[in-house]
């Protein structure tokens, strides 16, 4: 038997976490309720950076509250910029050809929200995956035999096989062979 070595790229580490961020924006006006809360445009892209992987992002959180007790309303929108730094273990040994590829596991979600003063606290959970891939090499086990060739048969479809017995059957066929 031989053997060949094929290059090809391959997921060298992987791994998830969750991150959980508290924040807080200042409004004009005093709360009385919140409303709703929205996380949006979130946007993010990982580096490596001394044998750590950094990923860059940013969101917007749109809060809906009222205020005045509870006679008026307003949104207000603030985007945060963060930088979270995870430690990954390569599976095999590092090279610098590395390409990081992060995805988002569970979208940035406002999962707590209070009222204080005129102050608007929030917390956001969101999950990211990374993937480490580089060019790896694969050993396989190459035959040298060749394949036996598969026999080709042709398919007959009934459609062609009912049309060609209507075109050759003729149906005088008795009264023409009468004596």
Same mark, same amino acid.
């Given at each position: 038997?031989?053997?060949?070595?094929? @290059?090809?790229?391959?997921?060298?580490?992987?791994?998830?976490?969750?991150?959980?961020? =508290?924040?807080?924006?200042?409004?004009?006006?005093?709360?009385?309720? &919140? /409303? %709703?809360?929205?996380? &949006?445009?979130?946007?993010?892209?990982?580096?490596?950076?001394? %044998?750590?992987?950094?990923?860059?992002?940013?969101?917007? @959180?749109?809060?809906?509250?009222?205020?005045?007790?509870?006679?008026?309303?307003?949104?207000?929108?603030?985007?945060?910029?963060?930088?979270?730094?995870?430690?990954?273990?390569?599976?095999?040994?590092?090279?610098?050809?590395?390409?990081?590829?992060?995805?988002? /596991?569970?979208?940035?979600?406002?999962?707590?929200?209070?009222?204080? %003063?005129?102050?608007?606290?929030? *917390?956001? =959970?969101?999950? /990211?995956? &990374?993937? /480490?891939?580089?060019?790896?090499?694969?050993? *396989?086990?190459?035959?040298?035999?060749?394949?036996?060739?598969?026999? &080709?048969?042709?398919?007959?479809?009934?459609?062609? *096989?009912?049309?060609?017995?209507?075109?050759?059957?003729?149906?005088?066929?008795?009264? =023409?062979? *009468?004596?």
């Amino acid at each position: 038997m031989a053997y060949r070595e094929i @290059v090809t790229k391959a997921v060298i580490a992987k791994g998830k976490k969750n991150f959980t961020t =508290e924040d807080s924006i200042q409004v004009n006006n005093n709360p009385s309720t &919140i /409303l %709703g809360c929205w996380v &949006i445009n979130h946007n993010f892209q990982g580096r490596k950076e001394n %044998g750590q992987i950094i990923i860059d992002g940013s969101y917007d @959180v749109n809060i809906w509250y009222s205020y005045d007790n509870d006679t008026k309303t307003e949104v207000v929108k603030q985007t945060n910029n963060y930088s979270e730094i995870i430690k990954m273990r390569a599976r095999d040994e590092e090279s610098n050809n590395e390409e990081i590829i992060v995805r988002s /596991l569970k979208q940035p979600n406002c999962v707590k929200v209070d009222i204080k %003063g005129n102050m608007i606290k929030y *917390v956001v =959970e969101k999950e /990211l995956g &990374i993937e /480490l891939v580089d060019d790896v090499k694969v050993k *396989v086990e190459a035959n040298n035999e060749e394949d036996p060739w598969d026999e &080709i048969v042709e398919e007959v479809k009934e459609e062609e *096989v009912a049309e060609k017995i209507n075109e050759e059957v003729k149906e005088d066929y008795i009264n =023409e062979n *009468v004596i």
